[in-house]
């Protein structure tokens, strides 16, 4: 990744796979527990805004379900700042306490062929939450470009919209989305890139462990119904998994 996080432009002739990776509970386990300390924080945004305590969990919900994300739904229901709130909660997260070097990922990330797939990642923080995270877990380096949510702007997208992953391909100068990989622990993203071409999409799925969404505690893996087997979609529960459901990726 370039030192200033910004984003780096692909080869419109490399015709290499693009690996995607989400970093948010997918580059380091739910068990952290940042998705709990994440919801606190914005549920105090929204309090602090002045709902009462009932009606800011409500629509701290109800954002996330409709948006992808509760700061879109501050964005465009009461013009809020994004970069503020990304300070207040975001960056105030304890991610160095609850975050260490993982040597395992980086090996996982370093054995990828680097001849046959670019390593990119895909995330709906902003740049200076996702930078964070992958200096914490020691693995920046290998990472080679970043596609973020862009608070600086008023209508910034995010996943799981359209527009999202139409402007990552933009980006990284990709034409042909089935040579994209992706790896996401929302199975709303990962419907998403598959519906739109993504070729070999992986959910990682934690199953039984907790994650707060917009606020709310859910047990990963619960809601999956038998149908998500018939998807095409791949799902894993630990990252080491990926050597063998993209094995021609890896160097032996
Ligand atoms: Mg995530």
């Known amino acids: ?3 200033n996080g910004d984003i780096t432009t692909g080869n419109t002739n490399d015709d290499r796979y693009t ?4 970093i948010d509970n997918t580059l380091y386990s739910a068990s952290a527990r940042i998705s709990q300390a994440m919801g606190e924080r914005i549920h105090a945004y929204f309090v602090a805004l002045g709902f009462p305590e009932d009606e800011a969990t409500e629509l701290h919900h109800k ?9 879109r739904g501050l964005v465009r229901h009461h013009n809020i700042d994004p970069l503020d709130f990304n300070r207040k909660c975001d960056g105030s997260l304890p991610l160095e306490d609850a975050l260490n070097p993982d040597p395992k990922l980086r090996k996982l990330l370093q054995d990828i062929d680097r001849s046959k797939a670019r ?3 895909l995330t709906n923080a902003y740049k200076t939450h996702a930078q964070r995270v992958l200096r914490i877990l020691g693995v920046e380096d290998q990472i080679e470009g970043l596609v973020y949510c862009d608070y600086s702007k008023p209508d910034f997208s995010c996943k799981p919209e359209a527009e999202y992953y139409h402007n990552a391909l933009r ?3 990709i034409s042909n989305p089935a040579k994209c990989c992706f790896v996401d622990d929302s199975r709303t993203n990962v419907n998403a890139a598959q519906s739109l071409g ?5 959910h990682f799925c934690e199953k039984g462990l907790i994650v707060v969404e917009g606020g709310k505690a ?3 893996g619960k809601d999956l119904t038998a149908a998500a087997d018939d998807s095409g979609i791949t799902t894993i529960t630990d990252l080491e998994e990926l050597r063998t459901v993209w094995s021609d990726l890896f160097k032996i």
């Open 119 to 121: 390593v990119w990642a």
């Open 218 to 220: 859910r047990e990963i």
């Open 19 to 22: 690996i995607w990776l989400d």
């Open 171 to 173: 980006q990284a100068n």
């Open 63 to 71: 954002y996330y379900n409709q948006y992808g994300l509760a700061l």
């Open 1 to 3: 990744m370039s030192s």
């Open 198 to 202: 993504w070729g070999r999409c992986v």
